[in-house]
């Protein structure tokens, strides 16, 4: 198994412009996550998703969206990128059940100039 | 709602030395309690986790993390530091009792020096 993967693993956008980052698992799990990560932050929950079809708002949601069509795929999008989403961006997968690990990708890093 | 805090931002030991990274949660019900630890570059790995039963839970690399209840505390140890432990580590609680909505404290880096 890959594991859950993330791509690109780095990106520099301009103030404005879209761009959507990829997040995919095969290991068939029903939950699936993003989070960012800010110096002396932590990570905090963008959006999340319990299943194909069903997602929703996290912590700090606002300019990002996200969508669920399959099991194994997650993307998140910004669609006018501003200077404060620079950060790391992570997706993590877990299977439903209440105690089961979530697993999180390597991260995408983002600038936005 | 919930809240983490770990007091202690950057922590420098030797090789060879006991650590203990702390953790202070804040939960109305009982809590799904996570260390995870991330090297340079990397995602996050979990450690160890603990949901209910014995307080005492074991993890992988040799490090362990002790249940409080009536301390609200998670902390994090290991008997001796090896140098490949430098690296950031995350305490978090499971939102809502469960281990899928999580709250990130904010890191303690590890420094080990020879």
């Known amino acids: 198994n890959a594991g859950v993967t993330q791509t690109p693993k780095f990106q520099v956008l301009k103030t404005g412009q879209s761009m959507t980052l990829q997040c995919a698992q095969d290991m068939n799990h029903e939950y699936m996550s993003w989070y960012r990560q800010d110096p002396g932050m932590g990570l905090r929950l963008i959006h999340y998703?319990?299943?194909?079809?069903?997602?929703d708002q996290g912590e700090v949601p606002n300019g990002y969206n996200v969508s669920r069509s399959t099991t194994e795929d997650f993307p998140l999008r910004l669609l006018s990128a501003a200077p404060s989403q620079t950060s790391v961006y992570f997706c993590?997968?877990?299977?439903?059940?209440?105690?089961?690990?979530?697993?999180f990708g390597p991260g995408t890093r983002l600038t936005v100039l | 709602a919930q809240s983490v805090t770990q007091p202690d931002i950057h922590i420098t030991v030797s090789e060879g030395a006991s650590l203990e990274l702390r953790c202070n949660y804040s939960y109305g019900a009982t809590p799904y309690l996570f260390w995870y630890v991330q090297s340079p570059g990397q995602g996050l790995q979990l450690l160890l986790k603990y949901f209910s039963g014995d307080t005492l839970v074991q993890g992988i690399k040799g490090f362990e993390a002790e249940f409080k209840r009536s301390q609200s505390s998670f902390n994090l140890r290991k008997p001796s530091v090896h140098w490949s432990d430098a690296a950031e580590y995350f305490c978090a609680v499971g939102q809502a009792g469960t281990a899928s909505k999580l709250t990130f404290g904010t890191g303690t880096r590890l420094q080990v020096t020879l």
């Open positions: 998703s319990v299943g194909a079809g069903i997602t």
């Open positions: 993590a997968s877990r299977r439903q059940g209440r105690t089961d690990t979530q697993y």
